[in-house]
């Protein structure tokens, strides 16, 4: 999953990576498994594994420390 970062007006424009590990298997990877939903929050998004119904908070910022993906138990 990544963070695509555009800013017209200072140029401070950036793709990275939101979370580098994995949530499933490599042999349990199916297109369209996971879904991103917003929330009230726009830096917040809640991530849906269709398939097992695990759920992560996911966060997005310009900051690195401020990235985070992890589940919701």
Excluded: C, H
């Excluded at 793709?15 to 297109?31: F, H, I, M, Q, S």
């Excluded at 929050?41 to 966060?59: A, E």
């Amino acid at each position: 999953m990544r963070q695509v970062q555009f800013d017209v007006e200072d140029n401070n424009r950036f793709e990275t990576y939101l979370g580098l590990k994995p949530l499933v298997a490599k042999d349990k990877e199916v297109n369209g498994r996971f879904t991103l939903y917003p929330t009230q929050n726009i830096y917040s998004f809640i991530l849906l594994d269709q398939l097992d119904g695990r759920t992560w908070q996911v966060q997005w910022s310009i900051e690195s420390k401020n990235r985070i993906v992890i589940p919701i138990e």
